[in-house]
């Protein structure tokens, strides 16, 4: 009969454990969904993501690419004039939704580069300082301090430079990019740059450039019907 | 001259830091817990001692995959739990099971401060009590360990 009671005592801590997750899974997930219903800016997704996410275009358009992307990433960097031109071509029809996934490592300067720009759009500049960091990403991704240069170009795009250099290491700034790295994580998205068009993941050939103008367009044609 | 030991006496110094293996690994336990309904339900974690927890969690590392590294937390401080208690009431088998268990937890502990210190550049505080609860339980299984020896001899 002694030799039972490890056996009850390892059976009665299992259930308490199961039981307990269950009940505290259930209350989180109710309050993330309420958290999520009330300031939610992503149409149809209940994924986790920095909100309000950094958007570019027509606010109503029919086609939402939504970008993961690594600012230290060379892909990334080579897929961004591609982008700005994808996004010329649709107009109106496009909206872009930018999303931190710096890969630490391999790029050991992604973090701090995501921060930069989080910092950036905390006085409403982050498309500008994203679009400085991928044009100059071979002169800031090889140097060791990197934050002289950031605080450089935040001057260069009219930021507060002290308000910048108080909001890198912010709590807010390092907010947003885990809380994009979640979103991330609930797509499974390990590589970047990853699309995703009306919340659909571009693979494949519909990776590269022709055939992403191609899933917009059916994408479109599918928002027109 | 130290007085003889009897086999209960001799037991029970050898069953108590199984003891407080099982009670530590709960600690361990309700830490993992926490971390995994965080990240389960995309909650935002933050630390209240120290920065960083954000940086640490949303980091690559803080999936195997697609699984949470809580959970395997999780699952190694429950069998820890479980093979504590086995074998302080006695269960021979489950002492060298645990120590190569908590041995390898050791290993993890030391690879994820490793990738926090230098690779992440940040320290998350309940990734940080986690490895203090698997550096204490491997102190414990080597007293046990040692314990054990001494008995036999």
């Known amino acids: 009969m002694k030799r039972l009671v490890p056996l009850v005592i390892i059976v009665v801590v299992l259930i308490a454990t199961v039981g307990t997750t269950w009940i505290w899974l259930r209350s989180s997930r109710q309050t993330a969904n309420e958290n999520a219903n009330a300031n939610s800016a992503n149409p149809g997704s209940n994924a986790p993501g920095a909100e309000p996410p950094h958007v570019r275009g027509n606010a109503s358009a029919p086609v939402t690419l939504e970008e993961f ?63 400085l960091l991928y044009e100059n990403q071979a002169t800031w991704s090889v140097g060791s301090d990197l934050v002289p240069i950031f605080v450089d170009y935040a001057k260069k795009i009219g930021l507060n430079p002290d308000q910048f250099m108080k909001d890198l290491n912010g709590e807010t700034v390092a907010a947003r990019v885990f809380q994009d790295g979640k979103r991330a994580h609930a797509y499974g998205i390990v590589s970047t740059p990853t699309f995703l068009v009306n919340g659909k993941e571009a693979k494949g050939d519909s990776w590269k450039s022709e055939g992403l103008r191609e899933m917009i367009k059916q994408a479109q044609r599918g928002a027109g019907k | ?56 969690l949303g980091s690559a590392y803080a999936h195997l995959g697609p699984v949470p590294l809580a959970v395997l937390g999780a699952a190694a401080y429950f069998t820890v739990f479980s093979l504590a208690i086995l074998a302080a009431f006695g269960y021979r088998l489950a002492r060298p099971l645990l120590a190569t268990l908590v041995a390898v937890m050791f290993l993890m502990t030391l690879w994820l401060l490793y990738l926090q210190a230098f690779v992440i550049h940040h320290f998350c505080q309940y990734c940080l009590l986690s490895a203090a609860v698997t550096i204490t339980l491997t102190v414990l299984i080597a007293i046990a360990f040692l314990r054990n020896r001494q008995t036999l001899d």
């Open chain 2, 1 to 56: 001259m130290s007085a003889p030991v009897s086999p209960s006496e001799s037991q029970a110094k050898i069953a108590w830091p199984y003891l407080a293996a099982a009670l530590l690994s709960l600690m361990g336990l309700a830490d993992a817990l926490y971390l995994t309904v965080q990240d389960l339900t995309g909650q935002n974690l933050r630390c209240t001692i120290i920065s960083g927890c954000a940086e640490v």
């Open chain 1, 69 to 131: 992307a690594d600012f230290q990433c060379p892909s990334c960097g080579a897929y961004y004039p591609e982008l700005k031109k994808i996004e010329n071509e649709f107009g109106d029809n496009l909206r872009v939704i930018f999303r931190e996934r710096p890969l630490v490592p391999p790029h050991e300067h992604a973090l701090i580069a995501a921060q930069a720009a989080e910092a950036a759009g905390l006085q409403n500049r982050f498309w500008e300082m994203h679009d």
